[in-house]
């Protein structure tokens, strides 16, 4: 085997290993990647990037049906899927080199093949395009991500029963589809395949969409899927031993509040959840220590075991990508012996690429209640903002503030809010009060100045209310 050695070595080349190993370089540390796929991960290359660039489309599709009201009018509308898919390709592959740019501008190694520790200060690389190599480090990090979770009875085939995944690289739009789960990445391929023409029903077994959202945003967006014509089965159980699996499609038997019927669709897409890599990587041979399969790490990132730190996916928390790349410039930072900040929850912000998107930070206004903490509201409309009024846009800005003056969170819902959010985090960062964020002028007219207005409605003072 050749042999190398490094500072810190991140086992992973996702959104958070990639990232963590740039601040790494950049603070002097010698650095490596070990990344059996692309360097980008799921979110370049099966997530993030490839699903909104499928739902740009879709929303041009439907911009371009709703224009009539707007005094344009389009005729012969269709949608060429295969022209979408290239588009899809093009943004991956563009990104894509992006970042084997940046690896070689920041002078990282990238060991092309699946790394496994052995021991705490070595990782052992293979069945790649760089060999057979034996990495010494430092400091491992370990940024192996997560994968779709599969249940038994709904294992999927890529056919009929799919992953996100098997969506995604769909060669069509599928006439019909059964959606379990309504969290994000559930809602999002029920708003693309029903504005491609879909018909789509989603079962969810909590009492809502989005039920991680404040249940005013679940409430809201099921009001919009269901004007889309999008049925949503909530507080519903889908029965995994019924799947019928056919050369037309697939079929399963649902209980919901109007009793139990037997739905049958072209697939079933199954959308509950995210597993973490943790097997096969080598930490039966350390003390890091799991939990429910995730990595336990404390708030350096570092984890039982001396010399291995933990970021992402693999530990838990929100899933997301901006919150993985966080964790690794952390982990840099604290490899490096600096003393970051640890991430604070409460400041990581939630996006979701449905019609209508959603937007949140920090509390709902349910968990800041059973949180303990007396609760004042802000709630202000679209309906009631100029540059949303013109759009032809619905939906809402909540503040949920503290009585002590704090911002426990913001949540949004309608047209471009996942650009929004990022105020909110910024304030939050800034420990901005609402009177604060009230005081800040928002230019006029924008979607912005919902913000604004919900936080003077939170501190009791709307002007527009």
């Excluded at 005729?75 to 563009?94: I, K, M, P, T, W």
Aim: one cysteine or more; a negative charge; charged letters at 20%.
């Amino acid at each position: 085997m050749a042999a190398s050695s490094f500072d810190a070595v991140f086992l992973g080349g996702g959104m958070g290993g990639y990232v963590g190993a740039i601040r790494a370089a950049q603070l002097g540390l010698s650095t490596a990647v070990v990344e059996e796929d692309k360097l980008g991960g799921t979110c370049l290359h099966r997530g993030c990037i490839p699903t909104k660039a499928l739902l740009q489309s879709a929303f041009v599709l439907d911009q371009a049906r709703q224009g009539g009201r707007l005094g344009v009018i389009v005729s012969g509308l269709e949608l060429d899927y295969a022209q979408a898919a290239r588009n899809r390709d093009q943004v991956v592959a563009q990104l894509h080199r992006g970042v084997e740019y940046l690896m070689k501008k920041n002078r990282i190694d990238v060991v092309r093949g699946r790394g496994r520790l052995d021991g705490p200060h070595r990782v052992r690389v293979g069945g790649g395009q760089s060999g057979d190599v034996e990495v010494e480090a430092g400091a491992v990090v370990v940024a192996t991500g997560s994968r779709p979770k599969q249940v038994p009875g709904a294992e999927a085939d890529g056919r009929t029963v799919l992953t996100s995944d098997h969506a995604l690289t769909l060669d069509h739009v599928p006439a019909s589809a059964i959606v379990l789960g309504a969290g994000a990445v559930g809602v999002e391929f029920a708003s693309f395949w029903r504005s491609c023409g879909a018909e789509v029903t989603v079962v969810e077994m909590l009492d809502r969409l989005v039920p991680l959202e404040d249940r005013a945003i679940g409430t809201e967006l099921g009001k919009h899927f269901q004007a889309r014509g999008i049925r949503c089965l909530v507080g519903a159980t889908l029965d995994l031993g019924s799947i019928g699996r056919g050369e037309d499609g697939v079929s399963v038997s649902v209980a919901h509040a109007g009793g139990e019927e037997r739905l049958r669709a072209e697939v079933l897409l199954v959308a509950i959840g995210r597993t973490p890599n943790t097997e096969d990587i080598g930490l039966e041979g350390t003390a890091v220590e799991l939990e429910r399969g995730f990595v336990r790490a404390g708030p350096d990132l570092r984890t039982a075991q001396e010399g291995v730190y933990a970021i992402g996916d693999v530990i838990g928390g929100f899933l997301l990508a901006h919150k993985g790349s966080h964790e690794g410039i952390i982990a840099a930072e604290a490899i490096a012996g600096r003393d970051p900040h640890p991430l604070d929850p409460n400041l990581v912000p939630r996006t979701t690429y449905c019609t209508p998107q959603i937007a949140s930070l920090g509390l709902s206004e349910e968990d800041a209640r059973q949180a303990g903490h007396e609760v004042s509201v802000g709630v202000f409309p679209l309906t009631a903002n100029g540059r949303s009024i013109i759009w032809g846009e619905r939906g809402f800005c909540k503040v949920v503030a503290g009585a002590d003056g704090t911002v426990l969170g913001v949540h949004m819902i309608g047209a471009e809010v996942t650009e929004l959010i990022y105020a909110a985090a910024l304030g939050g960062l800034l420990e901005a009060t609402p009177f604060e964020m009230g005081r800040a002028i928002a230019p006029h007219p924008t979607v912005s100045e919902i913000l604004m207005e919900a936080a003077l409605a939170a501190s009791g003072e709307p002007i527009h209310l």
